[in-house]
């Protein structure tokens, strides 16, 4: 199998984007035009990224979509392997982990490395913030406007305008949303102004 470790598995960037010398594209034989990474107008990616198209196999759904006005932080790893969409205005912490394809790992007679890949493609709606360090996992959906908390893992897809934290990662609120408590303490302050019994 032969590796192209440089930027030419970069299709096409679109105008205004500023891309660091020193990203890293990693495809494989690339044979099929609907395999590649593409990105939109004034985005910027920061030095120290992996950006992985086919690593140990060509998958047809391999790809890479990035829109317009993206922001990635440095030292992330983004695999495409199994599909990867960024939307427009997304913004991504430093040191992210996007993860588009694992391993099969049932028979413990077989080593993990040499048991089936799997895939699923990961869509990142418009408008969305993902802290440093947060690990995206394969087949994930992140809605609309969605918050993702530093160090994150996110296991299953994410709500729009959902604000999520931890590990696993667990939707804490919504965005222009009040907290619970905050909620809670307006309607005891309402019936204790209002309701007299």
């Known amino acids: 199998m032969k590796y192209e470790y440089h930027m030419d598995g970069i299709d096409s960037v679109g105008e205004n984007s500023t ?15 609907h395999r590649g990474m593409r990105i939109g107008s ?16 060509a998958n047809s759904r ?27 205005y997304v913004l991504i912490g430093a040191n992210t982990c996007i993860l588009s394809a694992g391993h099969k790992y049932h028979d413990r007679l077989t080593p993990i490395q040499q048991q089936e890949l799997t895939y699923g493609t990961i869509t990142i709606e418009r408008d969305v913030w993902i802290g440093a360090s947060s690990v995206i ?4 959906t ?26 696993p990662g667990r939707t804490i609120k919504y965005r ?15 019936i204790a102004m209002h309701c007299r019994i």
């Open 42 to 57: 004034n985005s910027m990616i920061y030095p120290r990224n992996r950006f992985v198209i086919g690593d140990m196999n």
């Open 137 to 140: 996992l394969e087949g994930i």
């Open 19 to 33: 891309l660091s010398e020193d990203i890293e594209v990693r495809i494989i034989n690339k044979s099929d035009d």
């Open 176 to 190: 222009g949303e009040k907290t619970k408590t905050g909620l809670f303490q307006r309607l005891k302050h309402y």
């Open 62 to 88: 391999a790809d890479i979509k990035i829109g317009n006005f993206v922001l990635i932080n440095s030292g992330g790893y983004f695999s495409g392997e199994g599909g990867l969409i960024i939307k427009d």
């Open 142 to 167: 992140i809605g609309e406007g969605a918050v993702i908390g530093a160090g994150t893992i996110v296991t299953k897809d994410v709500e729009p305008y959902a604000v999520v934290v931890g590990n």
